[in-house]
């Protein structure tokens, strides 16, 4: 089954794995994740190297072992003799639409109850026009900003981006104090822990009445969202995010192009004057010009 890794937490997620494997899918996915691994501390390194945050680890339960599988290049554990096989592949992807995009009326609600000034605001537009995710914003330092631009290392994927400042985000970080290294900081002007980050954006979510489905990754997905509506190509949207791959990019674009199209479509019928003796032809009928 699985060789021996002595008291690693990479040892332990493997061993893990493997208990997995001998309850069978079903009965693994209804576990909680503390049964799963059953080493407290080591569970904790692992979402934090994952940089999911507990609420997330939680809520893809059933999949987090897939996400962990193959941002550890599984097959190089298979090559090395660590598993045999690959007992991921029965569980079921991410569903597409799993993150709600956030929608300009939930980010106007959020702007207007944290104003240009306030530590809130800053990271929101940190967020907002930079589609970063929430371990690259909250370790963004001033020094990041080079020539109207923030030179970004992506926690993720190691991709190194250069995202010129937009104007909002300029306004923001003019009318947000400098100190510290770090742009965010809590109120003690400490850098903040990656769940403690997320647990000042949650509770300032909250504080502006906005719902549940409104999280700080679905920020990413409106930064996204926004590139698409202005016109611009799956490259350029992910010259900006860092997306590693297109497949994502592009259901961003598809939508901005329905849109597009669907609006031009409707102006034009609009503006055409109907033919008052005009009949659609039968080839247009289905078989024998009948409806």
């Not at 692992?46 to 940089?51: K, N, P, R």
């Not at 507990?54 to 987090?64: E, S």
């Not at 409707?266 to 003796?277: G, H, M, S």
Request: hydrophobic share 40%; aromatic share 10%; net charge positive.
């Amino acid at each position: 089954m699985i060789r021996h890794h002595g008291s690693t937490w990479l040892g332990h997620f493997f061993e893990a794995i493997s208990f997995a494997e001998c309850l069978g899918e079903q009965q693994a996915c209804s576990l909680p994740l503390p049964l799963l691994f059953p080493d407290f501390a080591h569970l904790n390194d692992i979402v934090d190297w994952l940089g999911l945050g507990w609420n997330k680890a939680r809520l893809y339960r059933p999949l987090f072992c897939r996400v962990l599988f193959h941002d550890f290049r599984l097959q190089s554990a298979i090559d090395t003799g660590w598993r045999s096989d690959d007992p991921t592949l029965r569980i079921k992807t991410f569903p597409e639409h799993e993150f709600h995009t956030w929608t300009e009326d939930e980010i106007a609600q959020y702007e207007e109850r944290w104003p240009v000034g306030s530590r809130e605001r800053t990271a929101f537009a940190l967020h907002l026009y930079t589609g970063q995710r929430r371990s690259d914003v909250s370790r963004i330092a001033w020094t990041d900003v080079v020539d109207d631009a923030i030179n970004v290392v992506q926690a993720k994927t190691g991709a190194r981006l250069a995202i010129p400042l937009h104007p909002n985000l300029s306004a923001a970080l003019r009318a947000w104090p400098r100190n510290n290294v770090v742009m965010l900081t809590t109120a003690f002007n400490k850098p903040f822990t990656y769940a403690g980050y997320g647990n000042m954006m949650a509770d300032a979510i909250a504080a502006a009445g906005l719902p549940d489905r409104c999280v700080l990754h679905g920020l990413r997905k409106a930064a996204a969202r926004r590139l698409a509506e202005a016109g611009c190509t799956e490259k350029e949207i992910a010259a900006v995010t860092g997306h590693t791959t297109l497949k994502e990019v592009a259901r961003y674009t598809r939508a901005a192009d329905q849109k597009r199209l669907a609006a031009g479509a409707v102006a034009k019928l609009t503006e055409q004057k109907p033919d008052k003796n005009s009949q659609p032809s039968n080839s247009r009928l289905g078989k024998n010009g009948k409806r």
